[in-house]
């Protein structure tokens, strides 16, 4: 290959939801983009690989609508039509509306008392306002081959399996040594590498935060009972058990327990697991039905100290990660994600050199408060709902019902889960970036 072709505008290194959504988003507005990705495309797509699924807020949703890969996701999702949030009632008791069930809310809860409007985004699909979904339940397999197939059309190069060796960054441009020696170059080299990103280990940029002593156990089940759309997180003292509503009556666990809790639920039979989590939810779900593999995974809160550095910006895992608690973690990288491409678009427009430090400075300034925030609250509300003292759970029990009679306190919650508050880029407002 050419000098001349192995010359990018951008290189995006990790091809994952975040760094796949915003190598989208630069080749769909005009620029030449590389993305260095690990795992082929058949490997991150089979329903074995992670068992992951993501809560997609509303308003990243639209940017996808806006990137021409969200209608047919939407079509393969489960919409999230109500939240509700259980302080652990003992294990067999019932969740399900009634006695353990302290904070729910739904679609009625976006609009504007005074006008009847939902706050700034447009409604997605034909549902009347106020009765629209959250947000949608989509398997990470699904977005995964959605952004593979965007990203080829869309003349992206994706280097596949590919990795990182090391970044030298020059006055003018940065370069990409890659495993196999190759050697690409570009003005702004993208971090979207995990959170052990060799981009952000070769910038010389720091991070933060500590391991919690737990594991996150992802599972898929099928239920017996229906799930109606409901998102439903019971807090217990090992950490949340989160049942996620997917299509075809079946749901996503995200089950947060101490290591050596989680070890045994991955380790020990089908019919064991079932059981534990029928105890735990009692006649909610009613008999559930575990359908393929189980998987672990350490957590941990951790934030990058910097956002940027010359020639380098950082999103997603590689800027931070957050706990599972609030299923917010894929959100707030996809918002990462659409504020670069934006930053990127328009200095590119006026001529700008969009990886010069200060045009890097900006998308660092507009992110920053919300990643910390959002890694703040999300760590408050893992210790604050996983201490099992009763004069705590007394506490937190009034104020989980506090909020629950409160509108405002209400409408709040449910424009973080939609993905509504601050200052939204142009892709989660459904408008193009070039």
Known sequence: MSAEADRFEVIVAGGGLAG??????????????????????ATRTAAAFDGRASAVARANMQA???LGVGDGLIARSQPIRRIVVADGPAPGASVAGGAGAVLSFDGRDLGDPASGSSPGDAPLGDEPLGHEPLGWMVENRFARAALAEALEAAGARVLVPASVRRVEVGPAEAAVVLANGETLSA???VGADGRG?????????GV???PYRQKGVVATVALEHDHQGAAMQLFQPGGPLAVLPLTEQRANLVWTERPEAADALLAGPADAFEAQLARRFGDYLGRPRLLGPRHAYPLALQIAERLSAP?????GDAAHVVHPIAGQGLNVGLKDAAALAETIVDA????????SEAVLGRYARWRRFDAASLVAVTDLFNRAFSADLPGVRALRGAGLRLVNRWAPARRLFVQEATGSLGELPRLLRGQPLA
């Open 348 to 355: 590119r427009a006026i001529g700008e050199d969009w990886g």
């Open 208 to 210: 933060r935060g500590w």
């Open 20 to 41: 796949g959504t915003l190598a989208l988003a630069l080749a769909q507005a005009g620029l030449r983009v590389a993305v260095v990705e690990a795992e082929p495309v």
């Open 64 to 66: 996808w609508r806006t």
């Open 197 to 205: 990103s060799r981009v952000r280990e070769q910038a010389g940029i």
């Open 311 to 315: 020639r380098i910006a950082l999103v």
């Open 187 to 189: 003005p702004l080299v």
